[in-house]
């Protein structure tokens, strides 16, 4: 007996690989789901089932004839000063949190450096009082 996929099958079908590839946990990264995209990345075509990693850190799957999926590969912190900000390096997609005004300096957050308008502190606080 041979199976075939099609319409709403290959929708399902996808939709679970998207889940599988990104490890289905509960954690706060995004798939996208691109019905129109080729499987072409730097001008690489890709088949069913092949994956690659695009400059912002998207780990995309080929799933032809029906188009492209990719997921974030990198964690991002959530919980952190205002007087500070995300970077993701584009080459190796190492993730660092760095000060706002000035990008080259660690933002290194601890006892001496609370801020209660942000993140965990604030909850705790609103929680407490």
Do not use: I
């Amino acid at each position: 007996m041979k199976m075939e996929l099609t319409g709403v099958n290959w929708v399902f079908a996808a939709a679970g690989f998207l889940l599988w590839t990104s490890g289905g946990s509960a954690a706060p990264m995004e798939c996208h789901f691109n019905s129109r995209a080729l499987c072409e990345f730097e001008g690489r075509h890709y088949s069913l089932g092949e994956t690659w990693m695009d400059n912002a850190c998207m780990q995309c799957t080929c799933l032809h004839p029906v188009g492209v999926g990719c997921c974030e590969t990198v964690h991002r912190p959530v919980d952190f000063p205002a007087w500070c900000e995300v970077r993701v390096e584009p080459v190796t997609c190492k993730v660092f949190l760095v000060q706002t005004a000035d990008p080259r300096l660690p933002c290194s957050p601890g006892e001496a450096n609370r801020d209660p308008s942000h993140g965990s502190l604030q909850l705790h606080q609103q929680l407490e009082g």
